[in-house]
């Protein structure tokens, strides 16, 4: 009797799944099995709405996995240690993980495969869907620029969506821990799990989704973001199904998730991004404390900024529009260090994730791929643009709630309990043109 143990790591889901379905393909039983390790903990990055999503997440999978007749293992520790001890319980002679692309991950496989050797297998195209590294420019061993990308990522092959396993046979007889959560969570905080991802991803219509995707009112994008994020859905079978139903929606959609991947790559080549500038241009930052603690708490007396930090509170979510609009308005008009605000994003964000939170903030800050670094997002034209009638703004501002139409924008004296502006609409460029040499 063969034993394999499937790790799950950011795969948290049965349908098309590398790495379960190689445990499944290569051994008699299987033992599917998370870590928690309380690393992730210590670096600050277990945040309290990421980590009850991952609890949803477990449970979801555990009990799917009770559906083909196994059971989801969990065990609190050092990533390495636990599933080599968990091989030498079970007797497992194969263990399967997916490809990571953070520097811990990268860290977590360097210990895995010292503990385990040739048992160990790594599965690419598990967590993006063209794997890092695979496709590259001449000269290079990553894309610097989107564009061109995104030419390339459109040619490369894809691996064939996998099915669920119709059945799996687990060893009785192992012990499990459980994910230990604390800390005030935001209220309207999606449901996490591949169920909860499915039911979404089902119900979502991508055909409207090239017209309406910066439309702040809307609020039809695809919010698949946190379910990627935990691999609770495949980006694989996410492009696949998108290019069979065709159109512009879904063709605008997968060059989405192909951005997704860009930044996957360029974090896989250069983890250092994840703190250090990409592309160092000497900026002397302005630091002022009362100024970041209004932009946290969305009272910057800006409308459109203050609109998507209360929602980024409440929801610990944030379409990519109201992200472009209030990062860019914390790096380039208050011109402040990114890294301080990207750290706010991940304390709360639900899909808070390295390489596409550190890579857009850097993006927007202009020290990251933007090809043209220097443009400033003035966030009352930002306003006009995506917000024409201020109905995005009125939902997240009570105070403003009274404003009719565009005049929500810019309250003036009409805002009864409403800050003024912390910095003076003359002067949202000034600082970035003084301070970036
Ligand atoms: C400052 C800043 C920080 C961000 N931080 C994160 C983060 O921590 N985690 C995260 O997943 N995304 C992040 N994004 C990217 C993007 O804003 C979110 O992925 C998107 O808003 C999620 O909503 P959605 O699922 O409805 O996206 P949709 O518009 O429906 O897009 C579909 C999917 O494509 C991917 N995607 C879309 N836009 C981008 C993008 N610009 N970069 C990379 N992938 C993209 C996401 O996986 C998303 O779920 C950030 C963007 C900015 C500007």
Sequence with gaps: MTVSIALFTQDLRLHDNPVLHAAHTSAD???????????????????????????????????????????????????????????????????????GVTGFAHRREVRLRKALGERLHVH???????????????????????????????????????????????????????????????????PGGESAGRA??????????????????????????????FGC???????????????????????????RDFHHQVLAARPDAARRDYRDHDDHWHHDEEETEAWRQGRTGYPIVDAGMRQLAYEGWMPNRARLITAGFFAK????????????????????DVANNQLNWQWVAGTGTDTRPNRILNPLRQADRYDPDGAYVRRWIPELAHLPGPAVHRPGLFAHGYPAPIIDPDALTTRFRIGRP
Excluded at 233 to 259: I, K, M, N, Y
């Design 233 to 259: 859905l495949s980006p694989t079978e996410l492009v696949a199904h998108a290019l069979r139903h065709d159109g512009e929606g879904a063709r605008a959609f997968v060059r989405q998730l192909a951005w």
């Design 333 to 352: 008009c208050l011109y402040q260090d990114w890294r301080i605000g990207a750290a706010h994003f991940l304390s709360l964000l639900v899909d808070g």
């Design 29 to 99: 039983q299987v033992v599917p099995l998370f870590v928690s390790d309380p690393a992730v903990e210590a670096a600050g990055f277990a945040a309290p709405n990421r980590q009850a999503f991952l609890a949803d997440c477990l449970a979801d999978l555990d009990a799917s996995l009770r559906g083909i007749g196994s059971r989801l293992t969990v065990r609190r520790g050092e990533a390495a240690e636990q599933t080599a001890r968990l091989a030498a319980e079970t007797g497992a002679t194969t263990v399967h993980v997916a490809a």
């Design 200 to 229: 979404r991803w089902r119900t979502w219509d991508v055909d409207a989704y090239a017209d309406v995707h910066d439309d702040l009112a809307a609020d039809d994008t695809s919010r698949l973001s946190p379910y990627l994020h």
């Design 124 to 190: 690419e195209a598990s967590v993006t869907v063209v794997p890092p590294g695979r496709i590259t420019p001449v000269g290079r061993d990553h894309y610097a620029v989107f564009t061109p990308y995104h030419r390339a990522w459109q040619e490369a092959p894809r691996r064939t969506v996998l099915a669920v396993p119709g059945a799996l046979r687990t060893p009785g007889g192992i012990d499990s821990d459980t994910l230990l959560v604390s800390g005030t969570t935001s209220p309207g905080l999606p």
